[in-house]
């Protein structure tokens, strides 16, 4: 009876907040994941490019290779290789910190790299494309942007060893015409 009494005088003081009620069963929104990129995106042209001179000119603390380096088959980052709590494996990324820009958390070093290698072009965050791994070893960090398809397609390549020229064959059997997958020919 108070609580009606309460709600009422509520209502009669032009109060149009709703009446207190328990813990509410309706699921909380979840945070919407920032797309993948964004921080990449973050930085200008001028930036992008400073940071990957320096990854190329600049060894790694207690190690004797540098950032990022030429290989045989393109540019390969020598971060060591992280994992997720669940184990699952996270790419290479670079802390930014030391070079006092707007952004400075860490930056994923193959979005860099494409940003880079792109004039400084702006990575599409739509949902539906991605940064692709040209290569099947991820130090390699030769990428391509593409739909979220052909990156899954990608994976198939890499998996199925598709990127390789077998005996008789005039071409490997790699779909991807344009931008064809890689990876080490006698594994």
Request: hydrophobic share 30%.
């Amino acid at each position: 009876m108070a609580d009606q009494k309460v709600l009422s005088t509520k209502a009669q003081s032009g109060d149009k907040r709703a009446p207190a009620e328990g813990p509410s069963n309706e699921p909380k929104p979840k945070k919407q994941k920032k797309a993948k990129g964004h921080l990449a995106n973050q930085l200008s042209p001028e930036e992008v490019t400073h940071i990957v001179n320096w990854m190329k000119t600049t060894k790694i603390q207690g190690r004797n290779c540098f950032y990022i380096e030429q290989k045989d088959r393109g540019w390969v980052c020598n971060l060591a290789a992280t994992a997720t709590k669940s184990g699952e494996p996270k790419y290479p990324q670079v802390d930014i910190k030391r070079f006092k820009f707007a952004v400075t958390q860490k930056v994923l070093v193959h979005q860099l790299f494409w940003r880079f290698q792109n004039d400084g072009a702006l990575i599409d965050l739509s949902p539906d494309m991605h940064i692709s791994h040209l290569d099947k070893d991820k130090t390699y960090i030769e990428c391509v942007q593409e739909s979220k398809d052909m990156n899954e397609s990608r994976k198939y390549c890499h998996l199925f060893g598709w990127y390789k020229l077998k005996p008789g064959e005039a071409r490997a059997r790699c779909p991807h015409w344009e931008k064809p997958c890689t990876g080490p020919p006698n594994e």
